[in-house]
């Protein structure tokens, strides 16, 4: 299988303390990897530093055997707590990621059109943000962060703050995904992860403590799985 992005001892310190400590791991093309951890294991700053939005203090990341460089139009990233500009429609906010992300301005509107409706906000596209429900707004999040068709898309728990509908439906929406694009996303929730994931990676106080798919890491740590994450 081809590696689409290798990282290289990341490491991120903050003063003495290392959030991201020493992580080396690859994806390959097109398969779904879990980043999985405890509050404060170093997800959020271990994918802001892939997104290209926070310097790592040490390592190296590469993508498709580059060290990244612009990286606007191979990334989608969806923030654990996505923002959105309350007075714009979703079509606007959409269009508005689109041409920050590197997508002629020319076929910008279309292609927002076309996202929101694959996420299922082609009826709402004229609102407000500010008017939708946590459900909508995570799925605008994601249309932003997938508008421009990235090769990696990164998810800061995507589904951790939404009810079971909600969660369902962008579940739903990522396996659409999974067939054409590269994913990590964070989760603390081992279901969330079981359901579509090739490679599950464990982190814990900044440490990449385990890696496997699930079954390998079922099968080394047996029942529960949940003391590697929460001892
Ligand atoms: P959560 O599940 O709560 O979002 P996380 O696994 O995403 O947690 P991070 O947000 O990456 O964890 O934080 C990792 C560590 O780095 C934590 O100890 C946190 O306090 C610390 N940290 C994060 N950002 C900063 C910052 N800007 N300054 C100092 N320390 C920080």
Redesign the pocket.
Known sequence: MKTLLHMQGLT?E??N?K??DNITFSLNKNTSTALI????????????MLAGLLKQTNGSIVMDGEITGDIRREIGFLP?YPQFYSWLTALEFTEMAAKLSGVDTKIAKLEAEKTLEFVGLGDAKNKKTGTFSGGMKQRLGLAQAIVHKPSLLLL??PVSALDPIGRREIMNLLKELQATTTILY?T?ILNDAEEMTDQLLF?R??KLVEQGSMREVREKYANPLYKILFL
């Open positions: 991120k903050y003063g303390e959030a991201v951890g405890p509050n404060g294991a170093g997800k959020t700053t271990t994918l802001s654990q800061d728990e964070s603390h982190l106080k900044g």
